[in-house]
């Protein structure tokens, strides 16, 4: 009565080592060119962005330290004049910047020429209109300078040494061109000499100013100037940024060397905590969208490269265009012109990678609409590429539960083969206990009268005979060992598969959570 089936599959597994292969090819190209698309968007656009931050914190700092150097030769000097020039330190910074907002030249560079005129003890600001004469001399010594093209502190010297010693200072003016006639250097060394020293200072700097007075400010005006005054009035800015948040800088250092234990010990519980939990959600949430992406890379991988253009173009314009600026700001006229050049070409391509977006979307839409037509239809092309496809499909979307669907549907499709050939299992319910007494004749034998036996030949059935007998055993009516071959194609072999395979992978996405199909 028990049989044993045995089923040989014959069919050729070349399709199913070609589909093994493919998806390995296919997963290594995905990695690939999202690394390649990752590093193309996050290295253009994060240069752009790192390069400004860079841009502007070392100028903050160039103008900080600079800052802070001649502020302290400044608070030096008037220290050690006894402060005779009748000046603060705030109002020579104070008149620095008021001629640079007007001329654009460094106001670190013209406090550099105040700081030489203070040390000029006779030149000071007295009471009483048009007598401050350091005023005067500061805007001098910048009118001096562009004139001339010479450096501040060679100015200051020669506009300093007139205004301390009048009688003999002149010469030093005379050898840069300053002409002064034979009455001019009499008056003036009458007027030192009898003690009116401020009106000999106030007679110099009238023909200075009559020479080479809004020379500077003329400059100023024009384009040069403007960009000048915009470059230096930025960096201005920035080195305020900075002088503003070192006290909160040298704070937040003073707080973490003092608390140090307390903090570690925060940082620690809010990694444990918040942090490496939050990270782990994330990566899981990355490895789910990059399942997804690569299952159905080969229909928007087109549409990824195609924004990745994008972003290149948009990030080319930007670029460009912080370089045009920063390129007049440094006066670099070469550099904003190449950078326009390059602001050019980044709309241009900007526009051909739209097109080229606006193309591989309809291109991936129109293959959407296709594989969804042959889906409905049933249409494959052979059963060894539809067989190849299915289990690359199935790999991509349930590698958690694999080998376990795998295994599932061979089962099922052996217990398929079994019903086909109407081969009967025995199968014994006892669900309602089985009676005492009873008696098995699988192997045959002789029966009595009124007894209990099971038998049947379409499973089990309890035989109660009304008088002895015997019953013949399977073996000898010709039973025994039955082997069944079963030649399977591809395409066979495909339909017993697939849909088992399919049920238990949505078996295991509703164990594990995880879609089983894109």
């Known amino acids: 009565m028990a049989r044993r089936l045995e089923v040989e599959i014959i069919g050729d597994a070349r399709s199913l080592n070609r589909a093994l292969n493919s998806s390995q090819s296919t997963t290594r190209g995905f990695a690939k060119n999202l690394g390649n698309l990752g590093k193309t ?96 001399a500061t805007k001098t010594i910048t009118d001096l300078s562009v004139a001339l093209g010479q450096d501040f502190k060679q100015s200051a010297m020669q506009v300093g040494k007139a205004l301390q010693d009048p009688t003999r200072g002149l010469t030093a003016l005379r050898r840069v061109g300053v002409a002064f006639t034979e009455d001019q250097m009499k008056l003036i060394k009458h007027l030192d000499a009898s003690g009116h020293k401020l009106e000999a200072q106030k007679m110099i700097l009238r023909e200075l100013n009559k020479e080479f007075g809004g020379a500077a400010e003329a400059v100023g005006k024009t384009l040069p100037g403007q960009l000048a005054i915009a470059r230096e009035s930025f960096n201005n800015f920035a080195g305020d940024l900075v002088a503003k948040s070192i006290p909160y800088i040298e704070r937040f250092i003073s707080f973490i060397r003092d608390n140090w234990p307390k903090v570690s010990a925060t ?70 012109w190449n950078a326009a050049k390059s602001y050019v070409s980044g709309f241009v391509n900007y526009v051909r990678a739209e097109l080229a977006l606006l193309k591989s979307i309809v291109t991936a839409a129109l293959r959407g609409a296709l594989a969804a037509l042959k889906a409905l239809g049933g249409l494959f092309l052979s059963g060894g590429k539809a067989l190849g496809l299915a289990i690359i499909h199935g790999m991509v979307s349930a590698l958690s539960g694999l ?5 599932s549907a061979i089962e099922s499709a052996i ?104």
């Open 415 to 518: 217990r398929s083969a079994v019903s086909s050939v109407h081969i009967p299992t025995p199968h014994i319910s006892t669900s309602h206990g089985i009676p005492t007494g009873i008696h098995f004749k699988a192997a045959g034998g002789p029966v009595g009268a009124g007894k209990p036996y099971i038998v049947g030949e379409k499973g089990p059935e309890m035989f109660v005979p009304g008088s002895s007998g015997s019953i013949v055993p399977n073996r000898r009516l010709g039973g025994g060992l039955m082997q069944v071959n079963l030649q399977v194609d591809s395409k066979t072999l495909a339909s017993i598969l697939i849909d088992p395979l399919r049920q238990e992978a949505r078996i295991v996405s509703q164990r594990t959570g995880r879609p089983a199909f894109g």
């Open 403 to 407: 080998a376990s669907a795998i295994k």
């Open 41 to 136: 968007a996050v290295g253009v656009a994060g240069a752009a962005g790192i390069g400004a931050l860079i841009f502007s914190l070392k100028t903050g700092v160039d103008e900080y330290q600079q800052n802070q150097k001649e502020a302290a030769i400044l608070n030096a000097v008037l220290k050690s004049t006894g402060h005779a020039a009748n000046v603060t330190a705030k109002h020579v910074t104070d008149l620095s910047e008021s001629l640079m907002k007007k001329t654009g030249i460094d106001d670190e560079a013209i406090q550099t020429g105040q700081n030489l005129l203070l040390t000029f003890t006779n030149i000071r600001n007295e009471a009483g209109k048009g007598n401050q004469i350091f005023d005067e």
């Open 267 to 336: 940082i620690k519980q809010n990694w444990e905590q918040t942090i490496r939990p939050a990270l782990a959600a994330m990566s899981a949430f990355v490895i789910q969208v990059v399942s997804t992406i690569k299952s159905h890379w080969n229909t928007i991988g087109p549409v990824v490269r195609a924004i990745a253009g994008v972003i290149r173009a948009q990030v080319q314009i930007i670029t460009a265009a912080l370089r045009i600026v920063t390129s007049l700001l440094r006066g670099d006229w070469q550099g904003a």
